[in-house]
Nanobody, 123 residues
Framework: QVELVESGGGLVQAGDSLRLSCAAS????????MGWFRQAPGKEREFVAAISSRGDNTDYFESVKGRFTISRDNAKNTVYLQMNSLKPEDTAVYYC????????????????WGQGTQVTVSA
């Protein structure tokens, strides 16, 4: 069992930065691949970024490449999403997720989910 708690969301202006954190609990949480997803009102949940269990492989949604960076600190059981140059279209609830095997861009492949943190970017 892995429990995930996101933090770091908030209201910012376009061009600002935020860093989201996802604290994982559970003895084997560092062996899980991790992903960040987001869901805007009236839209489906979409992939944002993912990282392998060791942190040596990452993947990003095309629209966030060059602006967002996913990283992890396994000693702290925490995954981060550094978001720079934020745009109004980045506004959504951001969720972190854990997957027992290799990471995926498909949200249905993840085993555990956090409750989400709201990110709002004003124009």
């Amino acid at each position: 069992q892995v429990e995930l708690v996101e933090s770091g969301g908030g209201l910012v202006q376009a061009g600002d930065s935020l860093r989201l954190s996802c604290a994982a609990s559970g003895r084997t949480s560092s062996s899980y691949s991790m992903g960040w997803f987001r869901q805007a009102p009236g839209k489906e949940r979409e992939f944002v970024a993912a990282i392998s269990s060791r942190g040596d492989n990452t993947d990003y949604f095309e629209s966030v490449k060059g602006r967002f960076t996913i990283s992890r600190d396994n000693a702290k059981n925490t995954v981060y999403l550094q978001m720079n140059s934020l745009k109004p279209e980045d506004t959504a609830v951001y969720y972190c997720a854990a997957r027992r095997f290799g990471y995926s861009t498909l949200h249905s492949y993840y085993d555990y989910w956090g409750q989400g943190t709201q990110v709002t970017v004003s124009a």
